[in-house]
């Protein structure tokens, strides 16, 4: 398969511990893009990358959130401290700049659940 | 920052209708708007796009309407099909200056055979 990976797809963790998600992207896409889905709400931009560089990070994104994409291939998204907010479904996609399209490919997501 | 608002959240239809969702958005320099189909449990999978040059795009029963004076945009699907359920999403960014999407709410739409 060669579309948007991620791992884990499901972490149930208690409150106060830190999780990590990780994102392959597809493998020439040198954007890649962390978004936050709630149940019955629409994907909520979280942060991006341009190869490594982040670009952009959410003014609601708490310190407690840190991505990275250290060799502008794959990204990790690293929450520290979790709280039971932070449960919620996380979106990796990915695109390439100057393709005819503005067309994000979404991985399947990592589902958080923190108790 | 961008907004977008979209309705309705949900929306019923007998299957062979005709069903519209509506976006509206703020920032006027935004000049691409997708429309993403999400099942339940799978990801967001984009069905068709609009840029702000074009003011209609169709793809057979899909089609998407923009009115930039009024800063809103339309999905239109005829002759519906029980397959077409799921949540629909709009979208909007200003393409060239970095493109991150800004998403509406969603809207669920429910075909009944």
């Known amino acids: 398969d060669t579309g948007v990976s991620q791992d884990p797809r499901h972490k149930i963790t208690k409150r106060g511990q830190n999780v990590t998600f990780r994102c392959d992207p597809i493998s020439e896409h040198n954007r890649l893009y962390w978004y936050r889905q709630t149940l019955g709400q629409g994907p909520e931009f979280l942060t991006y990358?341009?190869?490594?560089?982040?670009?952009?990070k959410s003014r609601l994104l708490s310190d407690r959130f840190s991505a990275e994409r250290p060799k502008g291939s794959f990204s990790t998204l690293e929450i520290q401290r979790t709280e039971q907010g932070d449960s919620a479904m996380y979106l990796c996609?990915?695109?390439?700049?100057?393709?005819?399209?503005?067309?994000?490919?979404f991985g399947e997501g990592s589902r958080l659940t923190v108790l | 920052g961008e907004n977008v608002e979209q309705h309705p959240s949900t929306l019923s239809v007998q299957e062979g209708d005709s069903a519209v969702i509506k976006c509206t958005y703020s920032d006027s320099a935004s000049n691409y708007f997708p429309w993403y189909k999400q099942e339940l449990g799978k990801r967001p999978q984009l069905i068709i796009d609009i840029r702000s040059n074009v003011g209609e795009k169709k793809d057979q029963r899909i089609a998407v309407t923009l009115n930039k004076t009024a800063k809103h945009f339309s999905l239109h699907i005829t002759e519906t099909q029980p397959e077409d359920s799921a949540v629909y999403f709009c979208a909007a960014t200003t393409y060239n200056q970095g493109g991150k999407l800004i998403f509406g709410q969603g809207t669920e739409l429910s075909v009944k055979p």
């Open positions: 996609a990915s695109t390439i700049t100057g393709a005819n399209t503005g067309e994000l490919f």
């Open positions: 990358f341009q190869n490594e560089a982040q670009l952009e």
